[in-house]
């Protein structure tokens, strides 16, 4: 299982950046995908996740109304749209991905711990 994250970088208040994960080892249309992200000093937190078994898709309440996540079955990629960003979503953006039945995804976004494959991160600044 390899998951590659891209599209991180630095953006104003207020501005948009797209993360992308790339997936390959697995069978995608079976898997969650979850992002999560990690500022200095604090726990990872979840941002968002996805079902491609059935298209679900979940989001912290602190970026509800703001990101959106999607997933291409036939890239093998979802990404996350950021929008009206804050400098309190600078952190490294991490994927993840693992199997899990539809009644349970959302509740991953509060255990981490539950994916067991992870991408390498990609660092999210925005700047006031």
């Known amino acids: 299982v390899q998951l590659v994250e891209s599209g991180g970088g630095l953006v104003q208040t207020g501005g948009s950046l797209t993360l992308s994960c790339a997936a390959s080892g697995f069978t995608f249309g079976d898997w969650s995908i979850a992002w999560f992200r990690q500022a200095p000093g604090k726990e990872r937190e979840g941002v968002s996740c996805i079902s491609n078994i059935d298209g679900s898709t979940y989001y912290s309440d602190s970026v509800k109304g703001r990101f959106t996540i999607s997933s291409d079955s036939a890239k093998k990629t979802v990404h996350l749209h950021m929008n009206n960003l804050k400098p309190e979503d600078t952190a490294v953006y991490y994927c993840?991905?693992?199997?899990?039945?539809?009644?349970?995804?959302?509740?991953?976004?509060?255990?981490?711990?539950?994916?067991?494959?992870w991408g390498q991160g990609t660092q999210v600044t925005v700047s006031s």
């Open positions: 993840a991905a693992d199997f899990f039945y539809t009644d349970y995804v959302s509740r991953t976004l509060s255990r981490p711990g539950e994916y067991d494959y």
